[in-house]
């Protein structure tokens, strides 16, 4: 291999190491320019005998047409290069963004917050109370002494012997009574925990809606008139609500509270949301016991009551006609985004 091979092999390597036109130029020069290394060599034909020096000549210009022949072909292919190194960067404004995960407020919560603010549009203040409450407060208190029937289906998590999560609302009525002197009005909606079975109606954690009013003069037409507008402010304008006669050892009177089914009206025998009945079933309602008012200091012969306590998962199964209250606990964002 004579030097002008060894050269040119040099050259062709240098070529395809270079990866961008600044590099291949670089290259070039090096061995094409003036000061280049092919110049170096034409140089030195002057001292060659005479005869060889045509053969030289050819021999030289032979390995730059080489030469320029391996770096046009570079130049194609680095310019090719570019050309699909522009298009991957490019930056198509066109392309749709990725949507930010925006959440929104659960229905059972909307429901509790669209309860209360009604409630508060009146005159309520809301209260929040303990999940933990002595056997006191979630029975005692609430003319639910021990052995009494009423406490079987509500004493359920204990924590020790005397402490419970408690299984209704109802403990924040002692709560606030023990607190204030009436007038009282009020709302405390929290979690509640029993042993039910989980079906679609039960949880074994749900959250209720509790309400009292103590003052002088207070009657059951207050009563119905405030649970008939909180119906109509969470279903529409055209809700009734119905009492049924029912039990509860701290109302007297005590009632079961429904109201008008809002999928139907009442107007078909065929409704999924009510099977037919045409109403809804809220919750317990009532009279304060007078043992309620006394245990807390009140006197019954100059105040009078009333309380109530709405399931809040119930209240929003009417509201945006879902069939199974365990949907609200699923976390699937699939029914969340229906209702939001
Ligand atoms: C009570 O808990 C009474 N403290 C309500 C009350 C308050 C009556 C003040 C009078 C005066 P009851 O056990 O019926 O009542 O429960 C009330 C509502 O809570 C039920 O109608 C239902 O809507 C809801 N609820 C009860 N248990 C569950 C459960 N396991 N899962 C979901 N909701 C429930």
Same mark, same amino acid.
């Given at each position: 291999?004579?030097?002008?091979?060894?050269?040119?092999?040099?050259?062709?390597?240098?070529?395809?190491?270079?990866?961008?036109? &600044?590099?291949?130029?670089?290259?070039?020069?090096?061995?094409?320019?003036?000061?280049?290394?092919?110049?170096?060599?034409?140089?030195?034909?002057?001292?060659?005998?005479?005869?060889?020096?045509?053969?030289?000549?050819?021999?030289?210009?032979?390995? #730059?047409?080489?030469?320029?022949?391996?770096?046009?072909?570079?130049?194609?292919?680095?310019?090719?290069?570019?050309?699909?190194?522009?298009?991957?960067?490019?930056?198509?404004?066109?392309?749709?963004? &990725?949507?930010?995960?925006?959440?929104?407020?659960?229905?059972?919560?909307?429901?509790?917050?669209?309860?209360?603010?009604?409630?508060?549009?009146?005159?309520?203040? #809301?209260?929040?109370?303990?999940?933990?409450?002595?056997?006191?407060?979630?029975?005692?208190?609430?003319?639910?002494?021990?052995?009494?029937?009423?406490?079987?289906?509500?004493?359920?998590?204990?924590?020790?012997?005397?402490?419970?999560?408690?299984?209704?609302?109802?403990?924040?009525?002692?709560?606030?009574?023990?607190?204030?002197?009436?007038?009282?009005?009020?709302?405390?909606?929290?979690?509640?925990?029993?042993?039910?079975?989980?079906?679609?109606?039960?949880?074994?954690?749900?959250?209720?809606?509790?309400?009292?009013?103590?003052?002088?003069?207070?009657?059951?037409?207050?009563?119905?008139?405030?649970?008939?507008?909180?119906?109509?402010?969470?279903?529409?304008?055209?809700?009734?609500?119905?009492?049924?006669?029912?039990?509860?050892?701290?109302?007297?009177?005590?009632?079961? #509270?429904?109201?008008?089914?809002?999928?139907?009206?009442?107007? &078909?025998?065929?409704?999924?949301?009510?099977?037919?009945?045409?109403?809804?079933?809220?919750?317990?309602?009532?009279?304060?016991?007078?043992?309620?008012?006394?245990?807390?200091?009140?006197?019954?012969?100059?105040?009078?009551?009333?309380?109530?306590?709405?399931?809040?998962?119930?209240?929003?199964?009417?509201?945006?006609? #879902?069939?199974?209250?365990?949907?609200?606990?699923?976390?699937?964002?699939?029914?969340?985004?229906?209702?939001?």
């Amino acid at each position: 291999m004579n030097d002008l091979e060894r050269l040119q092999m040099r050259f062709e390597a240098a070529v395809q190491a270079a990866r961008d036109e &600044t590099a291949l130029e670089e290259v070039r020069a090096a061995f094409l320019g003036r000061s280049g290394e092919i110049n170096a060599i034409r140089r030195s034909i002057g001292r060659l005998a005479p005869a060889d020096r045509p053969s030289a000549g050819k021999a030289i210009n032979d390995t #730059v047409e080489r030469m320029e022949t391996v770096l046009g072909e570079r130049q194609t292919v680095l310019a090719a290069l570019d050309v699909q190194r522009k298009l991957e960067e490019r930056i198509d404004v066109t392309f749709p963004a &990725t949507q930010p995960q925006v959440g929104s407020i659960h229905p059972v919560r909307r429901v509790i917050e669209d309860a209360c603010a009604y409630f508060e549009r009146h005159g309520f203040a #809301v209260v929040l109370g303990p999940e933990v409450e002595p056997a006191y407060y979630n029975f005692d208190a609430l003319n639910i002494p021990e052995g009494h029937p009423a406490r079987e289906a509500l004493d359920s998590f204990w924590i020790d012997d005397t402490l419970l999560l408690r299984p209704h609302t109802s403990p924040m009525q002692i709560r606030t009574m023990q607190l204030h002197k009436p007038p009282i009005a009020i709302v405390a909606p929290g979690k509640c925990y029993r042993r039910d079975a989980v079906d679609a109606r039960h949880l074994f954690q749900f959250h209720q809606i509790e309400g009292l009013l103590v003052a002088e003069g207070i009657h059951f037409g207050h009563l119905k008139g405030m649970l008939a507008g909180l119906c109509r402010a969470l279903y529409g304008p055209y809700q009734r609500v119905r009492f049924r006669p029912s039990f509860f050892p701290f109302t007297e009177p005590s009632a079961e #509270v429904d109201t008008t089914c809002p999928k139907c009206q009442g107007k &078909t025998t065929a409704c999924s949301m009510c099977g037919g009945a045409g109403w809804i079933e809220l919750g317990g309602a009532g009279m304060v016991h007078p043992n309620v008012l006394r245990e807390v200091g009140y006197d019954p012969e100059i105040v009078s009551g009333w309380a109530f306590g709405f399931g809040a998962e119930r209240l929003a199964l009417a509201r945006y006609e #879902v069939d199974d209250i365990r949907r609200f606990i699923d976390s699937d964002p699939d029914f969340l985004e229906q209702l939001a």
